[in-house]
């Protein structure tokens, strides 16, 4: 027996068997379908009883109350076992109603198949009636028009339209136009082709509730008849907008994943949070932090007081706060619970509450213009301290937000929390380490008589944004200064301590007047120490090592009575100067190894300058500030350097324009220092040799008298005399030779006395019964300063005595 995957009606013509009886139960009537399934030729079966010949006798009982049940019904369906032609029993299905012929006399016709049959046959309608009526999924068939010939009642209750009111009409007019376009598309598509869709996701908003958001999984395939005849499509359709949402949530964690914390800058890292999440959950977001956050400072024990609105995305004036001001937080609000009870707080239908309304009328009037109807605060909370809240707002037309919806905000505002609270760190160790870069640099640099300065130092761009790049301005004696400029390889706090370490003994080693390569060759020695010292150690840092021994350094001495300056450096660029008649060079002075390396001596170049000259020491960061063309940005230095007569300061500014771009910040460290040479006039200097007799100190005493007098310091007189003579009496005592006397007025009054000894003078206390050795300590009382250098004819002392206001 054969069974169909889709079987046919079994009682349909032509399928079933199918006989007539009148009413004394004769058969009368016979096909040719009944002889094939019971194998009872018609001659046999006609004029015989029925249930003589077509049941067993077992079978008796249950065949008269079968009769019983037609005769009062008017008609049966139902199994029924019949006695084939062999003897065996087979289980018919059979449909019998009764049939009137003329007024009294009435026949019953009887159509019966296997009960395989039946039974598949009325699984199918089941199975047809529960897809209509009962099934969850919706179904909907469209004729060849396309248009709707019937849905089942899933259709109708998800859409809220009847059933009956779809008949006859195209699906997408009742989809708004953005949807309606591709759901007809897709019809057509498999209504042409034959292709089958399987699974596909579309967006299904009605007209009557074009807000609500409502994603559908559509399966279809194109029906046919045995011919082949096209009869329409039918479609199963899967409302899937859970599904649809939670996968949004979960690759809108993933985005957040990626894009929040790119930077370790607090409102960068605010800013990302607010654009992942508007418009990836909301239609609005905005991300207020306390303000010791935005800072970077130590968070307060108790989280109370305004916040500082960092992010708003997208940007919306009639939000009641913008970027950059302070939010009241008021008790009661929706952000002021969620930052007391540590959770998300949602909030579906808003209206004008009574802490909104004493917040600001007007503003939240203008807010809830917006068409504001649900609103989800979340506190951000990092290692168990509040760093501030999350506002996400849905408008207009879109759904309210649901549970899962703060579960979603909660998750990615808690890692967008650590984020912002690494920055914090961040920002609060780079403000430290800034803070003693900044410190260990000079804070201003004074007037002096042998240049005028003007610097600029640039952080990198790089973290933490703090390098080993320095310079130095170090008055020395006689009114000459000291120009320094260092490089310290590397970025960091290593690199800054490094670079203080440096700076500290360079001054340190100018202080003792030394020739610019005596300076250079002992900081080298320095350096190499401080590397042995640090290799040593039990926490060595490679690093820091390295950091050291790559440094580099220019020294530059002026004098301003001679115009002589004196150069050396260590593996550093070579300074340029440009002279008052425009020429710019790069001084050819020997460029000298790095710092710590050792082994090869230094040379110390010499020239005179003009005055009005400009002297330019740089690190190698500003010339590779732009695209790293070091020879282009070499000639646009030379450039801007030719124009010597300009302010300084302006020269300083269009260095800085003209080689760093001012879109981005430098890659490297970059430290300027740019002097403008002075010479003192012949008549500020006095010079005078003495011989090396008893009389030189009264002779000392009367050339300093007279020249004071000269230049109106008559009252520095008596003091000056005396320093002068307690100088040349112990030049006369200790020293052989010639001795110079040399008066200088500057910004003070500079008194020097020069001979051909190298001893070097000491103060001393004397005691009560010494008849000597109270000299220096008188110029030391009566001095601000007072010192000795050397040189290669011998020394110098030399003392400086502020001059009287005038």
Sequence with gaps: MHFSESPEDPFALGHGASAVLDDHGTVVGWSTRAQDLLGYPAKEVIGRAWQDLLIDPRDLPVARAVVVDALRAGGWFGVLPIRHRDGRRVEMGFRARSITRGEDHQEWFLVGAPAAEVVAWQRDRALLDGLYRRSPIGLAIH?????????????????????????????????????????????????????????????????????????????????????????????????????????????????????????????????????????????????????PVTLGDELPSVSAGALLRVALSPAEPRVPFQEGEVVPLLPGSPQARCLEEHRPILERLLSLRPEWHAMDRRRIEVALGLGVHSLIAVPLLARGQILGVVSLWRVGHAEPFE????????????????????????????????????????????????????????????????????????????????????????????????????????RTLASLDLDPDEVVARLDDLVSLLAA???????????????????TCVYAVYDPVSRNCALARAGHPAPLVSTPDGEVSVLDLPAGPPLGLGGLPFETYSLDLPEGSLLALYTNGLLEARDGDIDASLEDLQECLAHTAAPLEGTCDGVIDALVPADRRPIDDIALLMARTRVLPPENVATWQLPLEATAASRARELTTAKLAEWGLSEMAFTTELVASELVTNTYRYADGPVTLRLIRTHSLICEVSDTSHTSPHLRRALSTDEGGRGLFLVAQLTERWGTRYTHAGKTVWTEQPLPPS
């Design 403 to 506: 549970d899962d919806d703060a579960a979603v905000a909660h998750e990615f505002s808690s890692r967008a929390a650590v984020c912002i609270d690494n920055a914090r760190r961040f920002t609060q160790q780079q403000s430290a380490a800034l803070t003693l870069q900044r410190s260990l640099l000079p804070a201003a640099v004074s007037d002096l008589p042998a240049v005028e300065v003007a610097c600029r130092y640039l952080p990198t761009s790089g973290e933490p944004g703090i390098g080993g790049d320095w310079f130095d301005v170090i008055p020395l004696s006689g009114a000459r200064v000291a120009l320094v400029v260092g490089d310290v390889v590397g970025h960091g706090i290593h690199a800054a301590a490094s670079m203080g370490r440096l700076r500290a003994a360079v």
């Design 533 to 551: 010292e640090m290799e040593s150690s039990a926490d060595n840092n490679r690093a820091a090592i390295e950091q050291v021994l790559g440094a």
């Design 143 to 291: 004729g060849p028009d396309r248009k709707v010939i019937r849905v089942n009642r899933a259709i109708a209750k998800a859409s809220g339209i009847a059933a009956e009111a779809t008949v006859g009409r195209h699906a997408g007019e009742f989809l708004i136009p953005e949807d309606a376009g591709p759901a007809e598309e897709r019809v057509r598509h498999v209504l042409e082709t034959g292709e089958p869709l399987i699974f596909t996701e579309q967006s299904a908003r009605t007209r009557h509730a074009p807000g609500q958001e409502r994603m559908v999984s559509v399966s279809a395939f194109r029906m046919e008849d045995s011919s082949g005849r096209v009869l329409g499509v039918a479609e199963t359709i899967e409302d899937v907008t859970q599904r649809h949402r939670a996968r949004r949530r979960l690759t809108l964690l993933n985005e957040a994943s990626a894009r929040i914390g790119t930077s370790l800058d607090v409102a960068q890292t605010a800013r990302e949070l607010a654009e992942v999440a508007a418009p990836g959950l909301a239609d609005y977001c905005s991300v207020d932090l306390l303000k």
